[in-house]
């Protein structure tokens, strides 16, 4: 299992990004999935949950990213998104998607590049 992310670039403060996380051999709307970042010098964090649920998914996000970042999945395209608005330069990281809480390290993949300069 391989995760592929796509979609971030370069914004201005203020700007917005959609990420994609497409999956392949497994089912991401029935995993507990996150979104997780790693900026230079920094541990890699999730920022933003998505968990399976009896009557329909959780979220649940990092403070630095409430109000701001919004995750979701399509079960038809078996895809993660995660769009994030009014984007800051703190937000410039590489992002990831995986399992949450335990996710394998094996799965990791390329990530997407966002950053967030003037």
């Known amino acids: 299992v391989q995760f592929v992310e796509s979609g971030g670039g370069s914004v201005q403060p203020g700007g917005f990004l959609s990420l994609s996380c497409a999956a392949s051999?497994?089912?991401?709307?029935?995993?507990?999935m996150a979104w997780y970042r790693q900026a230079p010098g920094k541990q890699r964090e999730a920022v933003a949950m998505?968990?399976?649920?009896?009557?329909?998914?959780?979220?649940n996000y990092a403070d630095s990213v409430k109000g701001r970042f919004t995750i979701s999945r399509d079960a038809a395209k078996n895809t993660v998104y995660l769009q994030m608005n009014n984007l800051e330069p703190e937000d410039t990281a590489v992002y990831f998607c995986?399992?949450?809480?335990?996710?394998?390290?094996?799965?990791w993949g390329q990530g997407t590049q966002v950053t967030v300069s003037s």
């Open positions: 995986n399992l949450y809480p335990n996710y394998r390290d094996s799965w």
């Open positions: 051999t497994i089912i991401v709307s029935l995993l507990d």
């Open positions: 998505i968990t399976y649920g009896t009557y329909g998914d959780n979220t």
